[in-house]
């Protein structure tokens, strides 16, 4: 049995199947609009032959939101930057997991019951930092969250004066 087919005004053609009887269209290949279209997906930036107008997914990334454009995010935490693939905004960082990563890092409480050498370092650099643009012991211990005494121990340790700025 032979499938039954014929061009119709839409520039389809309608087609009788053998077995069923039901009818259904396929595009004419030889229509100038049902030719294969180039697509680029504004995602990743490949480009491809389509045969539909508009996809469901780029056939490179798998995005499905391939002709919208990409929004980048970076981490306040970490720094890390990187393309989402939805278009919602993420609940966290890829990279490090924290899902305050797009708060602002000076009202961002720092606390660290037992911190290691290396993170002692860092805070105590951090400590130094905020000192030298000019705040005040008080406000670098409510803004890290450490207590008033360890951040003016921190200070006397770096300046080697028993008197600091409180």
């Not at 049995?1 to 119709?8: G, L, Q, Y």
């Not at 951090?126 to 803004?143: D, H, L, P, R």
Request: charged share 30%; with cysteine.
């Amino acid at each position: 049995m032979e499938t039954r087919c014929k061009n119709n005004t839409s520039n389809d053609i309608d087609c009788t199947c053998p077995e069923c009887g039901a009818n259904f269209s396929i595009p004419n290949p030889l229509h100038e609009t049902s030719r294969n279209l180039m697509q680029e997906c504004k995602r990743c930036g490949f480009q491809w032959k389509s045969r539909t107008e508009k996809p469901l997914k780029c056939p490179k990334c798998g995005s499905y939101s391939w002709d919208k454009s990409a929004k980048t995010y970076q981490c306040t935490m970490c720094n890390h930057e990187w393309v989402s693939r939805t278009d919602e905004e993420p609940m966290r960082c890829p990279k490090c997991k924290s899902v305050k990563w797009n708060r602002n890092v000076q009202s961002t409480k720092i606390v660290m019951e037992h911190p290691s050498e290396d993170e002692q370092d860092i805070q105590e650099k951090w400590i130094w930092k905020k000192y030298s643009e000019g705040k005040g012991c008080f406000q670098i211990a409510i803004e890290t969250g450490l207590p008033f005494f360890q951040v003016m121990d921190v200070l006397r340790e770096r300046t080697g004066y028993s008197f600091v700025k409180p």
